[in-house]
Structure formats: C-alpha cells, structure tokens
C-alpha cells in the first residue's frame, strides 16, 4: 500500500448509537481521539462534524468498515459506506475507507476500555483507524468516485 500525503483528517468509527471521532494535524504526526458523537439523527450528526470540520480544517474523511475475516462486506459495513458517503457529499469533502475488523478489540485491550460504554472505545477506534491510514492508505478519493453500496437481503 501507498502511503497518502498527509493532510488534517477527521477519522469515524460509525455506529448506531455513537460515532467515534479522530483528527490529525495537517502533516500527519499527532493524531488526536475526539469526543464521540451521541447520534440523534443525521442532520445532528452534520451539523457537529461540519462544525468540527470547520474548526480542524479537515480536508478528508477517513471512514472505517468493518469486514469480516476474509476482507468482505458485512451489513454493518455497508451502513458504514452509505453513512460515509453521505457525509462526504454534504461536506463536498473526500473520503477513504479502512478496514477495521477487530479494531474494537484492539482499541480496548490497548486504551483497556474493553468495557466502555461511554464513547470512549469508539473514540480510540478512530484513533487507531487513522494511525492505519497513515501508514497505509489509501488516497483520499472525491465522494464522486465512489459507488454508494446497497444492503441486499
């Protein structure tokens, strides 16, 4: 994998209930957990990120997807994508999946917060999400360029 230019990101950990937040510096060196979101509804949700996103002059999305063990979609994952996507275009901003499997887990035994509750262990995940991503990528892309998946059942 490539490693991107650094630029000062905003990381999510997307769930139903919170939305883990993590932010970088323009040059990629210090990255930063946030508080986590507690969702209301979308339109909460914008309004706090394009606050945050003005205020951190965030230039790209990092959004993680939790694939299962041999790298494929799951039902959460495409959540995850058509969340992302959706805020890409509301922000006009682009936009980079990670996996994330196991991320949770890893999060909680380094930060040990294997039981939290709080937001705190979403938080860390979008920590370690953008660390991943400024390791390995890949390359912010615009939202354009991507295809919006569909939950098929």
Known sequence: MVRPKPTSVLSFDYGHKRIGLAGCDPLGITVTALSPIHRIS?????TLIKSLCIEREIKGLIVGLPLDESGQNTVQSIHC???GIKIAKELDLPLAWVNEHSSSWDAGQ???LQNDRTGKLDSAVAALLLEQWLREGPELQPVSKLDSPRIKF
């Open 110 to 112: 380094k930060y040990n």
């Open 81 to 83: 994508q058509n969340y």
């Open 42 to 46: 979308f339109q909460k949700d914008l």
